[in-house]
């Protein structure tokens, strides 16, 4: 999968040549192709986040930089002189390539990755209390890279943990060692083993035991400090039963989540949506899971990460570079 490609759009034939040329009003010339395998003609913005637009590139990114440093929608309207209507849009644009990156993401292979779970909030629409709130937000980061996995909101119950977990089970089908650690919610053991774990046959009579895939391991954080007996419990537990061929040993001090805590202060910063004591609050689920894609789009691929150094997903291994602002606008959509 070539994140920029030039080739067919339909038939993927590597057979294209340019065609016609033509000016566009703000975006400098474009070349029309032709395939000649199957016979069809394609601009180079198909299936892009820019195909159809008008106004200049360089404007779109700088809008969608401010907004993606935390800006609100009323404020980037305001500075840059742009109507709210065209910010959304190009938000919405972005947003849609988040399935192809995922996608990206979920070819490779990875040795060992440490995932670090946690779930913020937010409000949505109007002030309500938090448990009816459709503003949860699950954030799944691997730790040594800062790649997010899942960065997705919603109500906070089942449904929600699921889907996340259904995604972290596709990341274990794609390495052979994998460690999630949380200081929030217990659901994340139960809802996984529930979603992915294997069945032991070991000869002996009685059913056969269920387990977590080998080489997955569930640490989460025992909340309330002391048991009724006076002792106290372990910081952390492993809620589900890990397969027999799995280390089960962690470190204590490995054992925490402190890079997605960072992670949530950041995105309080930089999403507006998610900053405290104001009314800046999303519209609506979708309208907050729109500026989320966004925020998952550029900190994994294009933002040089503040501790790396490096861009998540080069760190990650997925990419050599990271891709730049006007890259993802070439970016094809999967289809
Ligand atoms: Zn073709």
Redesign the pocket.
């Known amino acids: 999968m070539d994140l920029f490609s030039q080739n067919?759009p339909?038939?993927?034939?590597a057979e294209v040549h340019a065609h016609t040329r033509y000016t566009t009003q703000s975006n400098g010339t474009r070349t029309i192709h032709h395939?000649r395998?199957?016979d069809?003609y394609f601009s180079d913005t198909f299936a892009t986040a820019i195909a159809g637009l008008r106004t200049p590139l360089s404007r779109i990114i700088e809008v969608l930089k401010a907004r993606t440093e935390g800006q609100g929608l009323n404020a980037t309207a305001r500075v840059f002189g742009v109507s709210k209507k065209s910010i959304i849009d190009w938000e919405w644009r972005l947003s849609e390539l988040k399935p192809t990156l995922l996608l990206y993401g979920l070819i490779h292979q990875f040795l060992s990755l440490v995932i670090e779970g946690d779930e913020l909030y937010t409000k949505v629409h109007h002030n309500t209390p938090a448990s009816d709130s459709e503003g949860w937000t699950i954030v799944l980061m691997e730790r040594r890279s800062r790649f997010l996995w899942e960065l997705d909101c919603g109500s906070k119950d089942e449904q929600l943990f699921e889907a996340a977990l259904s995604l972290l089970c596709e990341v274990i089908d794609q390495t052979q060692d994998l460690t999630l650690l949380s200081d929030g919610e217990r659901r994340y053991g139960k809802i996984l083993f529930a979603i992915c774990h294997e069945v032991i046959h070991n000869g002996q009579p009685g059913r056969p035991k269920k387990r977590l895939p080998k080489g997955v391991r569930v640490r989460l954080k025992n909340k309330g400090a002391r048991k009724r007996s006076g002792r106290k419990r372990p910081k952390y537990q492993a809620p589900v039963a890990e397969h027999p061929e799995t280390d089960s040993k962690i470190d204590n001090h490995q054992i925490h989540a402190n890079h997605v805590e960072a992670f949530n202060a950041s995105l309080r910063r930089r999403n507006s949506a998610f900053r405290r004591k104001t009314n800046m609050y999303a519209k609506s689920r979708d309208n907050l899971q729109r500026t989320l894609d966004v925020q998952w789009l550029v900190h994994n691929f294009v933002r040089v990460h503040f501790t790396t150094k490096v861009v998540p997903a080069v760190k990650l291994g997925i990419l050599e570079i990271g891709i730049s602002w006007l890259q993802l606008f070439t970016i094809r959509y999967a289809l």
């Open positions: 067919c339909c038939c993927d034939s395939c395998r199957c069809s």
